[in-house]
């Protein structure tokens, strides 16, 4: 069945500091992938998405994630992080579905940050 | 750029009540889904729907129905509220094999 572990559910980093968010997917095939976060209170809204072509894919607010096969893993990461990224982060994965897709979810990572 | 709209941010419901959640999304999206989302348990699609008066299952429809007259309005419906539905609903749109697009989502409260 397919899947989707994020196996962190809390992350706490200092402002300033590198992060890195895990996620790992069980896929027969190669999936869409997406992350997306989402800020206390609020919907969810698209960091970056991977479709095919180059495996590291850069999104907005200064996050890439990189697709690794052989790991089935889709790692989300940023070089300095902000006050304003703590949110909650969830990997998704899209499973084709007659001629559209549909999305499996992971549970979320919750990235704190310290001052 | 996409608007998709719930039309209430909190609601509060009795036991056995029948109760709407209404989504509407102005960019044309052919596909429209309507998740609930508890903590630890991510986001789990009720319904989802590819055209108007079109709707499929997700993962968790057993108490939810919804409604698509329209391609742009989605409606969640309740059908006698039990307060294992108490919980956040979010709704998404998208074209095609193109990301979703989010509402800012509804907490559903039901006593």
């Known amino acids: 069945a397919q899947s989707v572990t994020q196996p962190d559910i809390h992350i706490t980093v200092s402002e300033g500091a590198s992060l890195e968010l895990r996620c790992n997917y069980s896929?027969?095939?190669?999936?869409?992938l997406f992350w997306y976060v989402q800020s206390p209170g609020q919907g969810l809204q698209l960091l970056l998405k991977?479709?095919?072509?180059d495996t590291l894919v850069q999104g907005i607010k200064g996050f890439e994630a990189e697709f690794k096969r052989s790991q089935s893993s889709f790692n989300l990461r940023k070089p300095s992080v902000h006050w304003s990224d703590a949110a909650e982060y969830f990997c998704a994965v899209g499973a084709p579905l007659n001629s559209n897709y549909q999305l499996i979810w992971g549970a979320g990572t919750k990235l704190i940050i310290k001052p | 750029d996409v608007k998709v709209t719930q039309s209430s941010r909190y609601l509060v419901k009795r036991t056995g009540e029948k109760v709407f959640l209404e989504c509407v999304q102005d960019m044309d999206h052919e596909n429209m889904f309507w998740y609930r989302q508890d903590p630890g348990l991510g986001l789990r699609l009720i319904y989802f729907?590819?055209?108007?008066?079109?709707?499929e299952k997700g993962d968790i429809p057993e108490g939810y129905s919804v409604s698509r007259e329209k391609k742009e309005r989605f409606s969640l419906i309740l059908e006698s509220a039990s307060t294992n539905q108490t919980s956040m609903y979010l709704c998404a749109s998208s074209l095609l094999n193109q990301p979703q697009h989010f509402g800012d989502g509804t907490r559903l409260s039901i006593l």
């Open positions: 896929y027969g095939a190669t999936p869409y």
């Open positions: 729907s590819y055209d108007v008066k079109m709707k």
């Open positions: 991977y479709f095919s072509g």
